[in-house]
């Protein structure tokens, strides 16, 4: 465990950190995900460095709450399981954990409010389904036959991801702030296992309560006179409770709510998602100032994983008890951060089911360009694992003056690559200023070389380059040309070396402020 334990965790007993547990289990949208929320909270009050009659209390406190016959199937095995592990690992071997040490790796700066939500969209859509497909590939995990995706496997998976990012607690904290999703954008289980990790890296063991809203648009009924707007007023919805429970009433504007009630059938069905994975189906138009469309709730969305290809149901807001001529199929349609098609219909006689099938992850096309540019791609594992190794051959090459380790590469396309980065490193020594012609000659050769790679391993980070050899480049500051040069040929290159910059230096422009 990489975070610094809380002060408090250090309590004189764990009925705080276990009642903390117990509600979070309560709370638990997608029990499915249960063992994640287990795991990550053991792994935080184990990194207290709790003695061992502080865990023989808590094997006592798992015991009681085992004989509440209202706990669900995965929150008793997921109990069953803490108790087994402090029975085996510290009251009958003895062994008590140390305390970790603080956390002490440096940060990256905060990132701004209104980047986390699109941030949030990238981490759990694209970068996540990538590490576990590592993990699985390349691990030692295995996918579940029933659920496809084991779900430990998610929550490793995030939590390396994040240990990578290198957030601060600040941006830890901010990710925990239920405003910033929306299910459009995000799978609320996935958005549970994320909280259990970040919990987990912040040191804590209680969590803020789970947001139903905000909502979003997921199907309207043909015929049905909603505004062509009514995609943001679904945004605006508000939690209302009912006489009969919850409801959803989404506000439109008097002059709209008065075009539907102007029609013979005032036909409003159209079925909507909120943040807590719950559809609702509209019921009625409520007059006043302003109108609302009711809506009441249905089931929960729950993403099956175990195709080859991820499927979802969701509720049509029409019924068909039998369709004449041909069957034309909606779609496509974006939720939970993934676009989907309509495969088939399906109807019970009392609701009509469309069963959609995954296509790709939806690009979150809203977000400026400039925001784009400030979020760093985090890598699957093997990418990061080829450039350490990279590294350690081509420092160990520079020591032996030799590319014997060069060669010995475990992934052989790397060894070309690997030579010209050897020739960089060579043409700096001895040198108290390296020839421009040296340089530029090598930096085409790694540009040319790393061509047959950087589909799939991106460009050479700049970290990976020995210390010489990185001060000898800066020591020489190249003009804006070679600086091009090492901008096509490395990845994370340092402010200084900005061909951006460089251009308005050597035009006597000024550089443009750093965003925070």
């Not at 406190?61 to 109990?79: C, I, K, T, V």
């Not at 925990?176 to 289980?189: F, K």
């Not at 040191?203 to 909502?215: D, N």
């Not at 980065?421 to 200023?433: D, H, Q, W, Y």
Request: hydrophobic letters at 40%; proline letters at 8%; a neutral charge.
């Amino acid at each position: 465990m990489s975070a610094a334990p809380s002060l408090w965790l250090r309590s004189s007993g764990p009925q705080s950190d276990f009642e903390a547990l117990l509600v979070r289990m309560r709370q638990r949208l997608y029990p499915a995900t249960t063992p994640v929320l287990a795991s990550y909270w053991l792994r935080t009050v184990y990194a207290g460095g709790h003695k061992r009659a502080w865990w023989r209390e808590l094997e006592g406190l798992l015991g009681q709450a085992l004989d509440d016959r209202m706990l669900n199937a995965p929150s008793r095995q997921a109990l069953g399981d803490l108790q087994s592990w402090i029975r085996q690992s510290i009251l009958v071997n003895g062994k008590t954990p140390d305390t970790p040490e603080t956390r002490v790796e440096p940060f990256r700066a905060n990132l701004r409010r209104e980047r986390l939500g699109p941030y949030i969209g990238r981490l759990l859509n694209e970068w996540l389904p990538a590490e576990v497909a590592n993990l699985l590939v390349n691990g030692n995990e295995m996918a579940d036959p029933q659920d496809g995706m084991p779900v430990l496997a998610v929550g490793r998976a995030l939590e390396r991801l994040l240990v990578r990012e290198r957030l601060s607690p600040a941006t830890l904290e901010m990710l925990l702030d239920p405003e910033l999703l929306s299910p459009q954008y995000a799978y609320p289980a996935d958005v549970e296992m994320l909280q259990d990790v970040v919990l987990a890296l912040l040191g804590r063991t209680s969590a803020p309560a789970p947001s139903v809203m905000p909502a979003t648009l997921l199907a309207v009924a043909t015929g049905s006179p909603f505004p062509g707007n009514y995609r943001d007023d679904v945004r605006r919805a508000f939690l209302v409770q009912g006489r009969e429970g919850q409801e959803v009433h989404v506000p439109i504007a008097a002059a709209e709510g008065l075009e539907i009630l102007k029609g013979d059938l005032v036909r409003i069905a159209s079925i909507i998602v909120t943040m807590d994975g719950r559809w609702w189906e509209s019921g009625n138009l409520q007059s006043g100032d302003p109108y609302s469309v009711v809506y009441k709730p249905g089931g929960r969305l729950r993403i099956d994983y175990s195709s080859d290809h991820a499927r979802l149901d969701v509720p049509w807001p029409q019924t068909e008890l039998r369709w004449r001529g041909e069957v034309h199929l909606p779609g496509p349609f974006e939720i939970f951060g993934r676009e989907w098609h309509a495969s088939s219909w399906e109807s019970d006689g009392e609701r009509t089911w469309m069963h959609l099938a995954f296509s790709h992850a939806v690009t979150m096309a809203e977000i400026p360009q400039p925001a784009v540019a400030a979020f760093r791609r985090s890598h699957p594992a093997f990418i990061d694992m080829a450039w350490a190794a990279m590294a350690d051959a081509l420092a160990a090459a520079s020591s032996q003056k030799s590319l014997e380790p060069i060669e010995q590469l475990h992934r052989s396309d790397f060894i070309p690559l690997g030579r010209a980065l050897f020739g960089l490193a060579e043409s700096t020594k001895n040198r108290r200023m390296p020839s421009r012609e040296a340089m530029e000659t090598q930096l085409k050769a790694i540009r040319y070389l790393e061509a047959e790679i950087c589909q799939a391993y991106g460009r050479v980070p700049w970290r990976i380059l020995p210390l010489s050899v990185q001060t000898a480049v800066l020591k020489r500051r190249p003009d804006a040309a070679l600086a091009d040069l090492l901008h096509q040929a490395f990845d994370g290159l340092p402010e200084g070396l900005d061909p951006s910059i460089r251009r308005r230096a050597s035009s006597g422009q000024a550089a443009p402020p750093q965003a925070a």
